[in-house]
């Protein structure tokens, strides 16, 4: 049977604008969020929307719920912690995971909720908050097909494009890795167009030709001239979150036992640009540019 009833545990950036969607389609939902404000929020604007007081209430209101927090400690805390899920799913519910977790730890939570009745399945996202809003974020979906099944109906309004990526974990490994690409393709964009402008070539002339030839990447396309030509650096993904996933995918590397020597490289980069940037608030993954930018001493824009 597909699940009627959903829960929703982490109102923020990515959450709040997700539960909309899926309360257009007709799911009754219950939210909880350590920011009760927040949540409240998002209930008052939403028709079908219910604030819970504890994420063992929204378990036990729903026969699935979805966790979109910052990685899986905080998913096992908010399952198996004190008033957590698990003490509110009863068999046969089932545990979404869409936050960027690490996929070891899904695969451990999953086996505990497995000796309880409940079933878990993960689909992380792709396609930030402009994704989120709109309802076209990429989710890569590890678990049971069957389990899969009958949680479709509740991800489709949230989603451009679904992929299945295997077994339970699968769609966490999927996610670090595609945002271990994407950083290292916006430190690779960053060095090209570092020479090009210090050699004296246009940078939005370098963008519009790179973009139509085979250097295109994802920074070219959807960064260079929106953030770092124009000098606003305001959009992406939040920095704190972006190397979070860099650091995921280097243990992942480890434990698969997999020789990463320009993941490697990249990723000391960015731990030098974390020093650098302090704790700057509201940082996003363009402030790479920006560290790019420093270690050449010169900047990628528009002259005159």
């Not at 992942?252 to 990463?260: G, Q, S, W």
């Not at 020093?275 to 002259?303: C, N, P, Q, V, Y």
């Amino acid at each position: 049977m597909t699940v009627r009833t959903i829960g929703f545990v982490g109102i923020g950036r990515m959450g709040s604008r997700m539960v909309p969607h899926i309360a257009s389609a007709g799911f009754p939902v219950h939210i909880y969020d350590l920011d009760a404000d927040a949540a409240r929020a998002v209930a008052r604007a939403h028709n079908g929307v219910v604030v819970e007081e504890t994420a063992q209430a929204v378990a036990a209101a729903a026969d699935a719920v979805i966790t979109m927090l910052p990685a899986g400690p905080e998913v096992r805390a908010a399952t198996l912690g004190e008033a957590g899920l698990a003490d509110g799913f009863g068999a046969g519910d089932v545990l979404i995971d869409m936050s960027s977790s690490q996929p070891w730890l899904t695969v451990e939570l999953a086996a505990a909720l497995r000796e309880r009745g409940v079933e878990m399945i993960d689909s992380p996202v792709s396609g930030g908050i402009d994704g989120a809003e709109a309802g076209t974020l990429t989710l890569m979906v590890g678990g049971d097909d069957a389990v899969v099944e009958r949680c479709l109906p509740a991800l489709e309004p949230m989603a451009g494009h679904i992929f299945r990526t295997g077994t339970v974990g699968s769609g966490h490994a999927m996610k670090t890795l595609n945002n271990l690409l994407s950083g290292m393709n916006a430190m690779a964009a960053a060095e090209a167009f570092l020479i090009g402008t210090r050699f004296g070539l246009d940078p939005e002339v370098m963008a519009d030709v790179i973009n139509e030839s085979t250097g295109m990447n994802s920074a070219t396309r959807r960064s260079m001239k929106q953030q770092v030509i124009s000098r606003k650096f305001s959009g992406g993904f939040a920095w704190d979150l972006k190397f979070k996933d860099y650091t995921i995918a280097m243990e992942l590397a480890r434990r698969t036992r997999t020789p990463v020597p320009l993941s490697g490289m990249a990723f000391q980069l960015n731990e030098a640009a974390q020093i650098w940037m302090g704790d700057t608030e509201g940082k996003t993954s363009t402030e790479i540019f920006r560290w790019m930018e420093h270690l050449a001493g010169s900047e990628i824009r528009k002259k005159g």
